[in-house]
């Protein structure tokens, strides 16, 4: 399976634990993109990187979570001290190039912080 | 925050019949796209329209877009079960280099046997 993969698919967490997320885009994907969808609602951007630079973080991203991609391949998001608002589903897509807008994402990493 | 709107938020019908939903948004765009998901499942990619085209056409999807109102919608023609999910239009917006998606509320569309 060439997909976007996501790891791990559940998380369950107490309540100021740290949590970190994995995703492995599309291998020849340069653009790379985290999403939050809450229950019944569509998904909000939250940032992206292209190759190994982060260009754009939204406001929905607090100081508590970081996102990495060090050498422009994998991502992770790492959540810290989560809070119960943090629970939902965090989805991954990638991307080829500047003039294709088709993002392929991954089957989500469900968090649930108890 | 979510771009705009979708109607409408939930779809029943009948298999074999033909489903419309409705997306609107707010800002200039450089594309709306449409994706399906499945419960519990990622979302795929379906069609994607460009700010100067008016009509697409992918198998049995049809999007229209008008840019001056705003809105775009997607027809399904010849429902089968399979498309049972949740569809959600998404939208570029002009001039940005991110190209993030910014999402609607989505249709909840169940199609009955």
């Known amino acids: 399976d060439t997909g976007v993969s996501q790891d791990p698919r559940h998380k369950i967490t107490k309540r100021g634990q740290n949590v970190t997320f994995r995703c492995d885009p599309i291998s020849e994907h340069n653009r790379l993109y985290w999403y939050r969808q809450t229950l019944g609602q569509g998904p909000e951007f939250l940032t992206y990187f292209q190759n190994e630079a982060q260009l754009e973080k939204s406001r929905l991203l607090s100081d508590r979570f970081s996102a990495e991609r060090p050498k422009g391949s994998f991502s992770t998001l790492e959540i810290q001290r989560t809070e119960q608002g943090d629970s939902a589903m965090y989805l991954c897509?990638?991307?080829?190039?500047?003039?294709?807008?088709?993002?392929?994402f991954g089957p989500g990493t469900r968090l649930t912080v108890t | 925050s979510q771009q705009g709107e979708e109607d409408p938020q939930a779809l029943s019908i009948q298999e074999g019949e033909n489903a419309t939903m409705n997306c609107s948004y707010k800002?200039?765009?450089?594309?709306l796209q449409w994706y399906r998901q499945n419960s519990g499942r990622g979302l795929v990619h379906l069609i994607l329209i460009r700010s100067n085209e008016r009509e697409k056409h992918s198998g049995r999807l049809r999007v229209t877009l008008d840019t001056s109102k705003k809105s775009s919608s997607l027809l399904i023609t010849a429902s089968r079960a399979a498309d049972t999910a949740s569809y959600f239009c998404?939208?570029?917006?002009?001039?940005?280099?991110?190209?993030?998606?910014?999402f609607g509320q989505g249709t909840r569309l169940t199609i009955n046997p």
């Open positions: 800002t200039s765009i450089n594309n």
């Open positions: 998404a939208t570029v917006t002009a001039g940005q280099g991110a190209q993030k998606l910014v």
């Open positions: 897509a990638s991307s080829l190039a500047i003039d294709r807008y088709e993002q392929y």
